[in-house]
């Protein structure tokens, strides 16, 4: 597995390349947020792990702009900052997941073989799943509707596969936090998250067609089907 650190502090990036080369990762480390657009838009890594605080241009910076440019390569941000909104802004960026410094090694660890599980691309028994005009590819990770391809991310398009695999049922956000973000029963921080997520995806989704799929049921949860009752 290939990592992009994108950190400026030459202590914290030497840490986390020590560590994570000991966990048998291939680690590549960029020290400004131009090194890193640089490396991300011209190698292929596995996985970004992207310091907000950078010199020149932000973490949150380089994170638009790769999203801008359709690279869909997995993000977790790392931040000092644990305010509401300072995760929303980096959800906002396209990452798809944060961790707050200090933060523990293995927890590191954890969320990144959590990533790469889900984008493993491993066999499922249904490859393909559909809904009115709106196809999914398991393999591949292509999604389109109405033939026009969508570009999603890795967290968006685990939220979408997770939909389909329930559509016309309400999926809760304990659900969601329990069988997409697999953690357990530690549901109250993320439903702001899942939120962010949501709009992002329906955004995507629905905004760009007459017909809605993703529908809000209040109080409950979300559902993917072609009405809204």
């Given at each position: 597995?290939?990592?992009?650190?994108?950190?400026?502090?030459?202590?914290?990036?030497?840490?986390?390349?020590?560590?994570?080369?000991?966990?048998?990762?291939?680690?590549?480390?960029?020290?400004?947020?131009?090194?890193?657009?640089?490396?991300?838009?011209?190698?292929?890594?596995?996985?970004?792990?992207?310091?907000?605080?950078?010199?020149?241009?932000?973490?949150?910076?380089?994170?638009?702009?790769?999203?801008?440019?359709?690279?869909?390569?997995?993000?977790?941000?790392?931040?000092?900052?644990?305010?509401?909104?300072?995760?929303?802004?980096?959800?906002?960026?396209?990452?798809?997941?944060?961790?707050?410094?200090?933060?523990?090694?293995?927890?590191?660890?954890?969320?990144?073989?959590?990533?790469?599980?889900?984008?493993?691309?491993?066999?499922?028994?249904?490859?393909?799943?559909?809904?009115?005009?709106l196809e999914l590819n398991i393999h591949?990770?292509?999604?389109?509707?109405?033939?026009?391809?969508?570009?999603?991310?890795?967290?968006?398009?685990?939220?979408?596969?997770?939909?389909?695999?329930?559509?016309?049922?309400?999926?809760?956000?304990?659900?969601?936090?329990?069988?997409?973000?697999?953690?357990?029963?530690?549901?109250?921080?993320?439903?702001?998250?899942?939120?962010?997520?949501?709009?992002?995806?329906?955004?995507?989704?629905?905004?760009?067609?007459?017909?809605?799929?993703?529908?809000?049921?209040?109080?409950?949860?979300?559902?993917?089907?072609?009405?809204?009752?």
């Open positions: 597995m290939q990592i992009l650190v994108v950190e400026d502090e030459k202590k914290i990036a030497h840490a986390l390349k020590k560590g994570l080369e000991a966990q048998e990762y291939s680690v590549t480390v960029a020290m400004s947020g131009e090194e890193a657009f640089f490396l991300a838009t011209t190698e292929r890594f596995d996985l970004l792990l992207l310091d907000i605080l950078l010199p020149g241009r932000s973490g949150i910076e380089i994170l638009k702009a790769f999203r801008e440019k359709n690279v869909t390569v997995p993000v977790i941000v790392l931040t000092s900052k644990d305010s509401v909104e300072d995760r929303v802004l980096g959800l906002d960026a396209g990452a798809d997941d944060y961790l707050v410094k200090p933060f523990a090694f293995p927890e590191l660890v954890a969320r990144i073989r959590a990533l790469a599980r889900r984008a493993s691309g491993r066999e499922e028994p249904q490859a393909i799943l559909k809904l009115a005009d591949s990770h292509l999604v389109s509707r109405s033939g026009q391809k969508l570009t999603l991310t890795l967290r968006e398009f685990d939220l979408l596969q997770y939909l389909l695999r329930h559509k016309g049922c309400v999926v809760s956000r304990e659900m969601l936090t329990r069988d997409v973000w697999h953690e357990g029963t530690r549901y109250t921080p993320l439903d702001n998250v899942i939120d962010v997520h949501i709009a992002h995806l329906r955004q995507k989704l629905d905004g760009p067609f007459a017909r809605k799929l993703l529908h809000t049921i209040r109080g409950v949860g979300f559902v993917l089907r072609e009405e809204a009752e």
